[in-house]
């Protein structure tokens, strides 16, 4: 069965550090891989995506992520996070049918001044 | 944009009560998506509907049901709402069709009470 790993709960971060947050899939091929963020009490918003190419995909507000096939990895970066990047960030996989998405638990992010 | 409204932002209901949650997704989507969320449980599918009368059970279907008769709308219904259904509901419209172009498009997100 398909599934999603976020192994971080929730990472804190002074502002102006460096950011990676970690994601592992288990899939039988190579599946749609997605970053999602939510503001509080809001819904989600895409940050990135990756289906072939290129494994390092850049995505809005400078957020980066690079997929790992050897590693089941689809990991997100930023070199310098800023305090309005405080949210909620799922790692999702989407079957290349479209009829089905799968989340990890999310990874909260706090930022410290 | 595409844009996917969820009827209320905020909903409070009595256990036992029938309540439906309405989404909306204006982009002829074929696929849309109804999850749930709670804290350290991330989003969890409740039902799919890839088409007009079809659905799918996901993973957490008991004590829910859908309903999709026009294609830009797919319904939420808790056929007698519970205290343990109190959470967040987000609805998803998805593309499909060549692969950089599907996606996972949300609504706010209704957060329902039940007491």
């Known amino acids: 069965a398909q599934s999603v790993t976020q192994p971080d709960i929730h990472i804190t971060v002074s502002e102006g550090a460096s950011l990676e947050l970690r994601c592992n899939y288990s899939y039988g091929a190579t599946p749609y891989l997605f970053w999602y963020v939510q503001s509080p009490g809001q819904g989600l918003q895409l940050l990135l995506k990756?289906?072939?190419?290129?494994?390092l995909v850049q995505g809005i507000k400078g957020f980066e992520a690079e997929f790992k096939r050897s590693q089941s990895s689809f990991n997100l970066r930023k070199p310098s996070v800023h305090w309005s990047d405080a949210a909620e960030y799922f790692c999702a996989v989407g079957l290349n049918t479209g009829n089905q998405f799968y989340f990890g638990t999310g990874t909260s992010l706090t930022v410290i001044p | 944009d595409v844009k996917v409204t969820q009827s209320s932002r905020y909903l409070v209901k009595r256990t036992g009560e029938k309540v439906f949650l309405e989404c909306v997704q204006d982009?002829?989507?074929?696929?849309m998506f109804w999850y749930r969320q709670d804290p350290g449980l991330g989003l969890r599918l409740i039902y799919f509907s890839y088409d007009v009368k079809m659905k799918e059970k996901g993973d957490i279907p008991e004590g829910y049901s859908v309903s999709r008769e026009k294609k830009e709308r797919f319904s939420l219904i808790l056929e007698s709402a519970s205290t343990n259904q109190t959470s967040m509901y987000l609805c998803a419209s998805i593309t499909t069709g060549s692969p950089s172009y599907t996606e996972a498009f949300f609504g706010q997100g209704t957060r329902l009470t039940v007491v």
């Open positions: 982009m002829d989507h074929e696929n």
């Open positions: 990756y289906f072939s190419g290129d494994t």
